[in-house]
DNA sequence: AAGAGTTGTCGGCCTTTCCGACAAATAGC
DNA sequence: GCTATTTGTCGGAAAGGCCGACAACTCTT
């Protein structure tokens, strides 16, 4: 029953598995590749060999996706995505292959999850559906029967059939898996924590996927990503073709949609201003988190985690704190409490004519210092990227101008 | 789970499931197809118009087997198979293809079987194993150990993995299997009197089949076999490729590998004749049963069915009352009650050297009745067939010369 | 803050599964 | 035909699964 292979996903069954949140890049796009994204995502704390190795590298690199693997794990059930991306030599006069939608328009998928108890994975072997779950996602039972029931035929993120019966018992009344249930849970090592993620397509056709609470990665395995992230590095430098896997439960995607990033750094991000970062929760429901760039901390002006973020809700993630600006709005509704930032875009875009292999970076030596970034103990650099034969400025002289009010 | 197209079997897995006493014909090999025992096989009791339409055409037609496929009912996992025919028309000059040799010699299969008993199918959840079952086919237990068990995993015809606890336990010491037992009696709807035949080959991988006591056949499909039969038997007269459905366990195979027809047909086969045929059990043992020749009883020359037997052991399947010749052999050992029939074969060859396109039947209408044959009320006849260029002759002169002794 | 709707956990009961006892059937001598 | 071994069936025991009761939690207003 159990493969060995990894299972090659549905796309759409894949992003609600993976969540909405989670952005792949579409094929033949381009992209910006983060090396020490990579790194992160691999091991949080990565050894100083590599970070040294990652700082001689170019900061972000811009490639084409060449490929795209939508995947599930044959032990776990959980989605990852393996992507192959060949880097652009800038200047190059290679004609980029057609982005195909792949929005087959008429097809969709909706879902819904649950973070399953205690209850759940260990008592009686029976399930609480959700009601919401039940509503949207499985056909409607005769509610006014003594006892409502039903047989579903769910299928697993392998093509595997799981067949459940669901019932609407107790008191008050709820949805319920009772048989096979327990079987499920031993089979796919269920435990309370742990997510479900039930999905119909337009057909009708009922899937699950999985996400799980504990990750658990031994040390060996961690070294072993490490090196084989290195390896792809090291490719990605000689601008030669190189693989990535992604686990979107693992953090933020490395791997950015190149116009979604230029963008992003064409807003003039400074210390205290207010963003947000909405989040899309086990059950698929959505949540905002609100925030203050406290930081402009990008060593060698490196976008990633170039941004450092003091959230105001509490449990976030220690790897949210630095963030890059694709991954953050700026805020326009909510107030901010010492300034009021213009939602203007004031964007410095100078036409380079340059033919060169590789990105140039212009570091401005001379920084200006706000009152305001002094209080907040907050260093306010310009910093120019090109990015496709666009030069970006970020941390301009608005501090000034604003602090001058 | 439920598959809903057939499955291919790896053949020696095939075989055993079948029993080694089923001979299908390899690929490319010469065979004789009889179209009498095709029908017979679709339905025991054929109505008259089909009948009369197969004695219309020729008795027995020289074929190739164009291809062969081993396959396995999604349904009932019972296997049979499936064989394309292609007439040879007799002096063509198409060179027939190599016969490959199937058997590759390193890897094989051993099995054990068992008529499952009503405690087996009903009872409990457990399953009495055999210990020959045990010690053949299964690895080792600790015999010794307080509660020896261990988790087997067996792959049905359909290539889905079951998984057992096997168990060594009660007073006397037996073994069973316990956990998903009840699960595979209800998936399968295995019932008191089906067998189940395990496996095992040569990497250890271990197999299970079954075979049905059952044979639930409705009127209408049967009519409807009947009917794909007339179609095959049609397209077989026209010297047209045809193909057949051949279920092992509903009677013998009625496309018989040419060598073994041929040979068969230069015994001169008798009434009082003591034969034997060699029958597989369920359990993969072997039984002998012994019998003597009542009547040489073919309509029209027809060899399906020429012989007529009378069987001494009681419990005899009706459709082996009459066999053809290939079907059984000269029991050399059986004192013959009445007569000894020497073992020697005494065979009429004659070259023919027309190019007729039709097997050519002789009929010699001048029965010689010997007063042994009249004594058992037993018609002796001359009949010779062609077979593949060759004439040949059965129910000669020997009962003469024997009665005058 | 209160009410309505939802869902986590528990104990009881019923079914299924697992076990050895015993006896019946079979194989071996 | 006798004995040794194997295996079919049974009743009791243990485990697993299904149920409503009740309470805690969440969401809405």
Chains 1, 2 share one sequence.
């Not at 159990?2 to 598995?17: E, G, T, Y």
């Not at 107790?170 to 435990?191: A, E, Y």
């Not at 805020?331 to 964007?347: C, E, G, I, N």
Request: net charge neutral.
């Amino acid at each position: 029953m159990a493969l060995l292979q990894p299972s090659l996903v549905d796309p759409k069954i894949w992003q609600s598995c993976a969540g909405d949140a989670v952005k792949i890049p579409k094929l033949h796009s381009k992209v910006y590749y983060f090396p020490l994204g990579h790194l992160e995502h691999a091991n949080p704390n990565p050894n100083t060999e590599s970070l040294s190795l990652i700082n001689s590298c170019r900061p972000f690199i811009p490639c084409i996706i060449s490929s795209v693997d939508l995947l599930a794990d044959p032990q776990t059930d959980e989605v990852y995505t393996k992507l192959l991306l060949t880097p652009v030599i800038d200047g190059s006069s290679v004609e980029p292959l057609e982005v195909h939608d792949d929005d087959d328009g008429d097809d969709y998928v909706v879902s819904s999850g649950k973070t399953i108890s205690q209850s759940d994975a260990n008592n009686g072997g029976a399930f609480s559906v959700p009601s919401k779950c039940a509503k949207l996602i499985f056909p409607p039972l005769e509610l006014e029967a003594k006892l409502p029931a039903q047989e579903l035929s769910i299928t697993d993120v392998h093509g595997n059939v799981w067949e459940f019966r669901h019932v609407y018992r107790g008191n008050p009344k709820r949805h319920m898996f009772t048989h096979n249930w327990s079987q499920f849970v031993d089979k796919k090592k269920l435990v309370g924590g742990d997510s479900l993620i039930f999905m119909k397509n337009s057909t009708g056709k009922i899937y699950v996927g999985i996400r799980r609470v504990k990750k658990i990665a031994a040390a060996a395995v961690v070294q072993k990503k490490e090196l084989v992230v290195m390896e792809a590095v090291k490719l990605a430098e000689k601008n030669e073709a190189f693989e990535v896997v992604y686990h979107p439960t693992a953090g933020d995607n490395f791997v950015v949609d190149a116009k979604v990033v230029e963008d992003a750094m064409k807003i003039n991000w400074n210390c205290g201003m207010r963003v947000k970062r909405s989040l899309k929760n086990d059950d698929s429901s959505i949540s905002v988190q609100h925030g203050t760039i406290t930081n402009l901390c990008a060593p060698s002006n490196r976008p990633w985690g170039m941004l450092q973020v003091k959230w105001n809700e509490a449990k976030v993630l220690e790897n949210t704190l630095q963030v890059g600006p694709w991954q953050i709005e700026y805020s326009f509704d909510a107030p901010s409490l010492h300034l009021q930032y213009p939602p203007t875009k004031r964007v410095k875009v100078a036409e380079d004519y340059t033919l060169s292999n590789d990105i140039q970076e212009v570091r401005h030596n001379s920084f200006s210092t706000s009152k305001f970034v002094e209080a907040n103990n907050c260093n306010t650099r310009k910093v120019t990227f090109k990015l496709f034969g666009t030069i970006i400025q970020v941390g301009s002289d608005v501090d000034d101008s604003l602090a001058k009010k």
